[in-house]
């Protein structure tokens, strides 16, 4: 059994990252591991305010907010899924804040194996070029392998993946974990 931890930026409950978010959680659960999905939506979080104060607090945050919680499911985590929407070439802002809030624990990120979920209205050429973000966190794991990804193209509307053969990818890479 594996702990898996799949972070959602979509800000639509029935959005189409976290459509395919859910899929690769009832795959994975399917399988036997213990699966925690974090709708980044619903949690107060705030940005980053590079006080450097975590670094003095042994890589406590100052800010009293959700992101501690999170951040302790993310160490415990073997399995890592980042799932975003692609807005302006770029992941989303909820994303990017999760990525920033993880300062006060960057040099001791952990091992894990990890998984994309990425959406977007446009085609998969949109997807590669908001890689940047994401790839940048991943490469600061202490050791990392990327086992899967999963790029909805041309999902514009909320739950226009439902009509894809991704949910059944989605739910399927879950399995596999």
Request: hydrophobic share 35%.
């Amino acid at each position: 059994m594996k702990n898996v931890l799949i972070i959602s930026s979509s800000p639509r409950k029935r959005g189409n990252s976290q459509l395919l978010c859910e899929e690769f959680k009832r795959g994975a659960e399917e399988s036997g591991n213990s699966v925690t999905l974090v709708r980044l939506s619903e949690k107060k979080i705030g940005y980053c305010r590079a006080c450097d104060s975590c670094m003095k607090n042994n890589g406590v945050c100052t800010l009293n907010d959700d992101m501690a919680d999170i951040l302790e499911a993310f160490k415990k985590a073997d399995v890592l899924v980042l799932a975003t929407p692609v807005y302006f070439y770029g992941i989303c802002a909820q994303m990017k804040t999760f990525i920033d809030r993880t300062y006060p624990i960057w040099q001791h990120l952990g091992e894990k194996e990890v998984y994309y979920i990425i959406s977007a209205g446009l085609g998969e050429d949109i997807i590669k070029r908001s890689l940047g973000d994401l790839n940048g966190f991943v490469e600061h794991l202490e050791k990392q392998e990327i086992k899967g990804r999963i790029y909805a193209s041309n999902v514009m509307n909320a739950g226009e993946v439902t009509e894809t053969s991704l949910m059944n990818a989605a739910y399927e890479m879950g399995r596999a974990v």
